[in-house]
């Protein structure tokens, strides 16, 4: 009796597992601890989401650099005019497809400090908009854009 | 033989103590949940196929509108009906533009048609301000308006061919049905290969210049401080970083790359202390266009005038002179100040230096010249001045209280700079700055000021 009782268990046991990892979503949506929710904390707070889920462990002129490119994105005709249009544009940016834009982030994380050196105007990528890693991307299309410059492992581009 | 037995095996197994419906049940459950797992699937994938669609139809619906606002623009007679046109185009580019900006189709295949979409809306207006003024549009630009015209006619064929292809079950737009389209041998057209064609169609639209902040020329300005500046060699880069930053802190500097953007500049790198620094000189001249000290002072010791202070005298110690603070936000221990060039009474806000100061040592922990360098003139021609303050007073809203009067230059969007009044006044607990043109009154631009604790910022 015993046995069969243990591989019961067993069976439900992955069958529940099944089920409950099913219905949980990714990292869940939370609000972010913004100090006076003025819009342009949360304009820096959705911005360093998308530089953190890109640029994660790059160094701090990294981060700065993938920030910039994002806020001249907003200004180039190409491109959406807002800040969101520019981030949440499907195909554009791997943070928002894998989830990534929904993680908080601290505003004394250096990844926020970047994106608020970038909104001041600091822009080490000399008005590039795009950006690629070369030993990842499979986009062919990008290598064609003159490049500007080369900053930790990512090029950017024109 | 030995696979029969492990057969007979498991059939006894089975049929010990229901083990068999046992079995049955768990897998009847793990199919079902399975079947009801792709069922929701499914329904997800539609609803984003119909999120798609809708963005697709109010894009072809748009790009519709202003096929036909642009045919009418270009036999308006009146500039006002010319003006009401220029104002609903500029809607309809506006949200086609945002509905194609919700498209999955990676921006490569949309460049050109974005482009178009941004710059049409603009252009007529530039267009139908100068007819406003009383000037009358020059034959080439009737003929600009005609080739628009043709190519939004052409843009909007292509749409609504696209349209039918959608309406029909041939045009899908998301990327997992392309996997079914391959297995079943097609029937399907892809979204992304229907946008490149419609982006090829755009192969021959040449960029426009003309009075608009989206106009080729505004974009590219050749930055002033440069343009006919010599090149320095790398060593001489990274003498004048080393005196730039100071001589005394920095041990060393080296050069990392070289940028080519806007302006070409030696990416360097100055060692300071326990700490490395990046930095940007520009090749051309030799100035510094950016300085990044990651420090983080652990406490203020300071004030914000005393920064303000020290950061002048950085300023003028680099050769910056008649640069004066116009706003501030302070951040930790640290104060960002925005420092603008003075010539004579006017405050030019286009030569725009930035100094970050730590409030602990007073030193440049952060540096930003890229406005001075691309506008900075050392002497502009001031205008005459055919309205004085009072008149200047008289301009602006009676229902604000005006508090300051200063004068000041500032860019428009269209690049030109307009020398004006800056009045500073409060209405229903906000404050404003309005400037007024000091040649003909009009009123230029409106900022409100938001200021906290931390410092001001204008919008």
Same mark, same amino acid.
């Given at each position: 009796?015993?046995?069969?009782?243990?591989?019961?268990?067993?069976?439900?046991?992955?069958?529940?597992?099944?089920?409950?990892?099913?219905?949980?979503?990714?990292?869940?949506?939370?609000?972010?601890?913004?100090?006076?929710?003025?819009?342009?904390?949360?304009?820096?707070?959705?911005?360093?989401?998308?530089?953190?889920?890109?640029?994660?462990?790059?160094?701090?002129?990294?981060?700065?650099?993938?920030?910039?490119?994002?806020?001249?994105?907003?200004?180039?005709?190409?491109?959406?005019?807002?800040?969101?249009?520019?981030?949440?544009?499907?195909?554009?940016?791997?943070?928002?497809?894998?989830?990534?834009?929904?993680?908080?982030?601290?505003?004394?994380?250096?990844?926020?400090?970047?994106?608020?050196?970038?909104?001041?105007?600091?822009?080490?990528?000399?008005?590039?908009?795009?950006?690629?890693?070369?030993?990842?991307?499979?986009?062919?299309?990008?290598?064609?854009?003159?490049?500007?410059?080369?900053?930790?492992?990512?090029?950017?581009?024109? | 033989?030995?696979?029969?037995?492990?057969?007979?095996?498991?059939?006894?197994?089975?049929?010990?103590?229901?083990?068999?419906?046992?079995?049955?049940?768990?897998?009847?459950?793990?199919?079902?949940?399975?079947?009801?797992?792709?069922?929701?699937?499914?329904?997800?994938?539609?609803?984003?196929?119909?999120?798609?669609?809708?963005?697709?139809?109010?894009?072809?619906?748009?790009?519709?509108?202003?096929?036909?606002?642009?045919?009418?623009?270009?036999?308006?007679?009146?500039?006002?009906?010319?003006?009401?046109?220029?104002?609903?185009?500029?809607?309809?580019?506006?949200?086609?533009?945002?509905?194609?900006?919700?498209?999955?189709?990676?921006?490569?295949?949309?460049?050109?048609?974005?482009?178009?979409?941004?710059?049409?809306?603009?252009?007529?207006?530039?267009?139908?301000?100068?007819?406003?003024?009383?000037?009358?549009?020059?034959?080439?630009?009737?003929?600009?308006?005609?080739?628009?015209?043709?190519?939004?006619?052409?843009?909007?064929?292509?749409?609504?061919?696209?349209?039918?292809?959608?309406?029909?079950?041939?045009?899908?737009?998301?990327?997992?049905?392309?996997?079914?389209?391959?297995?079943?041998?097609?029937?399907?057209?892809?979204?992304?290969?229907?946008?490149?064609? *419609?982006?090829?169609?755009?192969?021959?639209?040449?960029?426009?210049?003309?009075?608009?902040?989206?106009?080729?020329?505004?974009?590219?300005?050749?930055?002033?401080?440069?343009?006919?500046?010599?090149?320095?060699?790398?060593?001489?880069?990274?003498?004048?970083?080393?005196?730039?930053?100071?001589?005394?802190?920095?041990?060393?500097?080296?050069?990392?790359?070289?940028?080519?953007?806007?302006?070409?500049?030696?990416?360097?790198?100055?060692?300071?202390?326990?700490?490395?620094?990046?930095?940007?000189?520009?090749?051309?001249?030799?100035?510094?266009?950016?300085?990044?000290?990651?420090?983080?002072?652990?406490?203020?010791?300071?004030?914000?005038?005393?920064?303000?202070?020290?950061?002048?005298?950085?300023?003028?110690?680099?050769?910056?002179?008649?640069?004066?603070?116009?706003?501030?936000?302070?951040?930790?221990?640290?104060?960002?100040?925005?420092?603008?060039?003075?010539?004579?009474?006017?405050?030019?806000?286009?030569?725009?230096?930035?100094?970050?100061?730590?409030?602990?040592?007073?030193?440049?922990?952060?540096?930003?010249?890229?406005?001075?360098?691309?506008?900075?003139?050392?002497?502009?021609?001031?205008?005459?001045?055919?309205?004085?303050?009072?008149?200047?007073?008289?301009?602006?809203?009676?229902?604000?209280?005006?508090?300051?009067?200063?004068?000041?230059? *500032?860019?428009?969007?269209?690049?030109?700079?307009?020398?004006?009044?800056?009045?500073?006044?409060?209405?229903?607990?906000?404050?404003?700055?309005?400037? *007024?043109?000091?040649?003909?009154?009009?009123?230029?631009?409106?900022?409100?000021?938001?200021?906290?604790?931390?410092?001001?910022?204008?919008?």
């Amino acid at each position: 009796m015993k046995r069969n009782t243990l591989i019961i268990l067993c069976w439900i046991f992955v069958a529940g597992s099944f089920i409950i990892s099913s219905l949980t979503n990714g990292p869940a949506l939370q609000t972010a601890n913004g100090s006076d929710g003025s819009n342009t904390n949360n304009d820096t707070q959705l911005l360093a989401r998308c530089v953190n889920g890109e640029a994660r462990g790059e160094p701090y002129i990294g981060q700065v650099a993938v920030a910039a490119v994002i806020l001249n994105r907003v200004k180039h005709p190409s491109f959406p005019n807002t800040l969101s249009g520019v981030i949440y544009q499907p195909q554009a940016f791997t943070a928002v497809s894998d989830g990534q834009i929904n993680v908080p982030i601290d505003e004394n994380s250096q990844v926020y400090k970047a994106c608020r050196e970038a909104m001041n105007g600091s822009d080490p990528t000399g008005g590039a908009i795009y950006y690629y890693n070369p030993a990842k991307t499979t986009n062919q299309w990008i290598y064609n854009r003159p490049v500007v410059k080369t900053i930790g492992k990512h090029k950017f581009a024109k | 033989m030995k696979f029969r037995e492990k057969l007979k095996d498991i059939k006894g197994r089975l049929s010990d103590r229901h083990m068999y419906s046992i079995v049955l049940v768990v897998t009847a459950v793990i199919a079902g949940f399975g079947i009801y797992q792709y069922k929701r699937s499914i329904d997800f994938k539609d609803q984003v196929e119909r999120g798609y669609q809708r963005a697709f139809t109010d894009l072809v619906h748009y790009v519709n509108n202003l096929d036909a606002t642009l045919t009418k623009a270009i036999v308006a007679n009146a500039p006002s009906q010319l003006s009401a046109l220029a104002v609903d185009l500029w809607r309809h580019a506006a949200f086609a533009q945002a509905n194609l900006g919700q498209l999955p189709v990676s921006n490569a295949e949309l460049d050109n048609t974005a482009n178009f979409l941004s710059q049409v809306g603009d252009y007529t207006y530039s267009l139908s301000k100068k007819a406003e003024n009383g000037e009358k549009l020059t034959s080439e630009e009737i003929n600009r308006l005609s080739e628009l015209q043709k190519y939004s006619a052409n843009l909007n064929e292509k749409l609504q061919q696209m349209e039918s292809e959608m309406f029909g079950g041939v045009l899908r737009f998301g990327s997992f049905s392309n996997i079914t389209s391959k297995i079943t041998g097609g029937g399907e057209q892809s979204f992304d290969k229907s946008m490149s064609e *419609i982006e090829n169609g755009f192969s021959e639209y040449a960029s426009l210049i003309y009075d608009g902040p989206f106009s080729e020329h505004v974009r590219n300005r050749k930055p002033r401080m440069i343009q006919d500046a010599p090149q320095i060699s790398e060593d001489e880069a990274k003498a004048r970083l080393m005196n730039f930053i100071g001589a005394d802190k920095v041990s060393s500097v080296e050069i990392t790359g070289e940028s080519n953007g806007d302006i070409l500049t030696y990416s360097c790198t100055a060692s300071v202390q326990d700490r490395q620094i990046y930095a940007e000189v520009t090749k051309n001249g030799g100035h510094v266009l950016l300085v990044l000290d990651e420090r983080q002072p652990e406490q203020a010791q300071m004030e914000v005038q005393d920064a303000a202070m020290a950061a002048r005298d950085f300023l003028a110690r680099n050769g910056y002179q008649n640069m004066f603070e116009s706003y501030y936000q302070r951040e930790g221990n640290t104060v960002l100040i925005n420092y603008a060039f003075k010539q004579g009474d006017y405050v030019i806000y286009t030569d725009l230096i930035k100094v970050k100061i730590a409030l602990d040592t007073g030193e440049m922990i952060g540096f930003e010249a890229h406005g001075y360098i691309t506008n900075h003139l050392d002497k502009r021609q001031l205008p005459a001045e055919s309205i004085s303050e009072g008149e200047a007073r008289g301009k602006v809203n009676s229902a604000i209280e005006i508090s300051d009067i200063n004068k000041a230059m *500032i860019p428009l969007e269209n690049g030109k700079e307009v020398f004006c009044y800056e009045l500073k006044g409060r209405h229903n607990d906000k404050n404003f700055l309005v400037y *007024i043109n000091v040649e003909n009154g009009n009123e230029e631009k409106i900022l409100i000021l938001l200021e906290n604790e931390n410092g001001t910022l204008t919008i």
